[in-house]
């Protein structure tokens, strides 16, 4: 069964490239690949539509959409939900991939465990006001000063940051990247007939044959 993403494509007559066309009339009806549709800003922004999901292991966006909407072939509308464009960098990578990824990276298995970067750890005051909050990117030696009035006086705090190391850092992009959203299934016709009424030509443009074709101008130029 072909992904039904294409049939909400419109369709584009395209001067013919095939060898040995010669014919200036010569034209093939292709899909509009670079025409693409974006979710409503007001539905993006109206959480009542998604539910959170974290991808677990390997899971691939058919996988999910077969879970959750029982087709597979709607694994396009997981991608749309989240405006991931390119599967290879916006979705997590499989445990054989990212760690052909990190050699890649980083050469051999012991460098995984080398600093990457300094993180600031949560530092208290002694009214325990949060003064640094943990997770700031920060030189290795990072320190603060501050006046504490419970003192009172001026208190100087050093050995507030911790090393994280490449497959710590790694790991977390690769986690941040398991938390998504899935459209509910009750609005799923509700954004398809959105995509639909959205991929329609508009009649003034000078390239318009109806609602699902236009065509493109024939420039070809013989000897």
Known sequence: MPNPYFQY???FDYVSRIPGAKNINDYVQVKNIFKRFKIKSEVLNDLSYFTKYKIIGDERPDQIAYTYYDNPYYDWVVL???NILNVETEWPLSQDSFYNYMIDKYDTESNFAEVHHYETIK???????VLVPAGLEV?????????????PG???KGKITQGI????YEDKIQDNKRN???IKPQYITTILDQIEDAMRYSSESSQYVNDDLVKGENIRIYD
Request: aromatic share 12%; no cysteine; hydrophobic share 30%.
């Open 180 to 182: 998504i959203f899935l």
């Open 165 to 168: 190391t490449n497959q710590q």
């Open 154 to 156: 001026t208190v100087t």
């Open 9 to 11: 494509l419109p369709n």
């Open 139 to 151: 030189p290795s030696d990072y320190s603060i000063t501050y006046y504490d009035r419970s003192i």
């Open 80 to 82: 749309l939900a989240n």
């Open 123 to 129: 530092v208290l005051t002694n009214s325990n006001r």
